[in-house]
Each structure stands twice: as structure tokens, then as C-alpha cells.
């Protein structure tokens, strides 16, 4: 889903099992846990991506340091005819989680499918997809998070895992609503099966509701706001400054989990809160290819051009 990557792409040739322990998701005293601190903020900015659509990039490759292992963010925007025609991935994951609308996504395998307002799809590129997403309606909105694969898996066969909205669990309590894509909160847990363990949290806050997350020690997190009312998003401690809808809030490190409250007394605070365990390897990424050195892209392109190795529809299959 970037024209970054399908440019790029052209040029060449035409079990979680849930190993984080003890999270849960409180509206409680801020005393009675300790935050952690937010080190930077990035505001989305709009930028033109895929075929006349409109994202909004959250973590780009300056953010993938300290957020390994996720790789990209974009909150995107697309009407019809605009769209991500076909591109090819390989080496990662992709989330795709629509808030308005649908998507239509097909690939050179046969899968084809629509999701909707609500709805999941967790695509495993692995060895090498190729695919479109096109819009549904008139009006289409959602995230698209990619996440690192370690260098053992980066080369397994495609897969995919799709969640219709009636299938994510969610849970309600003082204020504050989750819908718990991967990982658990407030005691439920998401069926998502991630390679790369991660926490994928929907979290609507009512006006003056709080909540703590815990997050494991060794993880990295951050939060994407979707909603807010002026000074009503507070991260890390009560008393800090607010966020505005449209950023990136990074967290430090710490050993307890991340607090925010909505500070608004009349509008909902809406955020997601990613988090995931580090790999700890190069990443080498070349538009929609990311591996761990650079002979590795290589061969990549090399696949890719040729039709091989997991590309070997790349030279005759289009979508319709």
C-alpha cells in the first residue's frame, strides 16, 4: 500500500502464544502505577501515496530504531478511483484495520476479499506477495501498520489472518472501551496469532476516563491518536501536555505500562496502542522489500524482476 513501493517496484521490472504475561487495562487511581515517559512526538503529515490516495505517515524509517520491530504507520484516506493498485511485498507484515468503509484486497495466489468498517486482515508477505487494495465506497479510511519478520521467518509462504468487527473482542469498564486486535486487555485476548509478538489496542476514552496499560518491560510502544478534543489527550502523567489528533506518541522504556486520561469534558479520546518485542537485527529495506542485508534485497529484486522464489506469478498476473 505505498507508491513509494510500487514506483520502486516498477523500476525493477515493470505462535504468538501470548508470551507477555500479567497485562491488563485499568480505570484507576493515576497513583497507583507509574507511566512510561513519552520521548517524542511525531505529527502525521499528509503526503500522496499508491494511485491519487492520501495517507498520513506516522513512523517512517527515522522512528524504526526506537520502535523496532515495526517499520511504518500510515493512517490513509482513499476514494474511488484512487487506490493501491498492485504491488509486491516481501519479508514482512502487514495489519490493515479499516475505520470507514472498506477495502477490496486481491493477490496473485487467489485471495480476494473486502473488509469493513471494523474489520482486521493480518497479511504475512513472507517470501513475496503481490496485491492490490482498492476501495469499496465512496469514502474509505483505516491504519496500515507493518511489522518486522526475524530473519528465520522472512522467507516462509504467505499467509493470512482476517477478523470481521463482530470477531475482535472488546471490553467496556469506567469510561473506557478496547478492542483487543492481538495481545490482551482488561482480561480478554485477542485470536491473532503475530510471529513478532505485539499489542494491538483500540482504546476509546469517555470525557474524564483514564486508563493503564501494562506493557512488557523489554517491549517498545507507542500510540497513535485518532480523536480528541482540544487538551483532552494526556500520556505518562496526568499533568503533562496534551496531544492533538494525527500524532505518534513514543514511549521510553520502563518495567510498568502507559497511562493516558482524556482531560476533554465533552469530546472522546480515541487511540491505538501498539506495542511489540524487539528483534534486534539489520533491517535493510528498499521500498516494499525489507531484509537484513543488503545482498539479501538484492536477490530480492533479482526474484522479483525474474519471477522466481516466491514471485513466479510477478510477470503475468494482474489484478482486475
Not at 502487514?94 to 482486521?120: R, S
Not at 469499496?136 to 470481521?164: A, R, V
Amino acid at each position: 500500500m505505498r507508491a513509494a513501493a510500487i514506483n520502486r517496484a516498477n523500476s525493477l521490472g515493470g505462535l504468538f502464544s501470548f508470551r507477555f504475561t500479567n497485562i491488563r487495562s485499568m480505570s484507576s487511581s493515576s497513583q497507583d502505577f507509574v507511566s512510561r515517559p513519552v520521548i517524542k512526538k511525531v505529527f502525521a503529515k499528509l503526503q500522496k501515496e499508491g494511485d491519487g490516495a492520501v495517507v498520513r505517515r506516522g513512523i517512517s524509517r527515522s522512528e524504526q530504531k526506537l520502535l523496532d520491530p515495526f517499520l511504518m504507520l500510515d493512517e490513509f484516506s482513499v476514494s474511488p478511483p484512487a487506490g493501491f493498485p498492485d504491488h509486491p511485498h516481501r519479508g514482512f507484515e502487514t495489519v490493515t484495520y479499516v475505520l470507514e468503509g472498506g477495502i477490496t484486497h486481491q493477490d496473485f495466489k487467489g485471495h480476494k476479499g473486502t473488509i469493513y468498517a471494523g474489520d482486521v486482515q493480518w497479511m504475512t508477505a513472507g517470501r513475496g506477495i503481490i496485491h492490490s487494495e482498492m476501495p469499496e465506497e465512496e469514502i474509505n479510511k483505516g491504519l496500515q501498520l507493518w511489522i518486522n519478520l526475524s530473519s528465520n521467518e522472512k522467507m516462509i509462504e504467505p499467509n493470512y489472518q482476517e477478523l470481521s468487527h463482530s470477531d475482535i473482542p472488546r471490553a467496556e469498564a469506567n469510561g473506557v472501551e478496547v478492542k483487543v486486535i492481538a495481545g490482551e486487555s482488561m482480561g480478554i485476548q485477542s485470536p491473532v496469532y503475530t510471529r513478532t509478538p505485539t499489542m494491538f489496542l483500540d482504546f476509546t476514552l469517555q470525557p474524564g476516563a483514564h486508563i493503564h496499560q501494562n506493557v512488557p518491560e523489554s517491549w517498545n510502544a507507542f500510540a497513535y491518536v485518532l480523536e480528541s478534543g482540544e487538551g483532552g489527550c494526556v500520556f505518562g502523567s496526568s499533568n503533562a501536555s496534551p496531544v492533538s489528533a494525527h500524532n505518534v506518541v513514543v514511549f521510553g522504556p520502563g518495567n510498568d505500562g502507559v497511562s493516558a486520561w482524556n482531560k476533554s469534558s465533552s469530546k472522546i479520546l480515541r487511540f491505538v496502542l501498539i506495542a511489540g518485542e524487539p528483534i534486534g537485527e539489520p533491517v535493510v529495506q528498499y521500498g516494499p522489500f525489507v531484509m537484513n542485508t543488503q545482498a539479501e534485497i538484492d536477490m530480492t529484486i533479482e526474484d522479483y524482476h525474474y519471477g522466481k522464489n516466491g514471485f513466479e506469478m510477478a510477470k503475468h498476473w494482474r489484478s482486475q
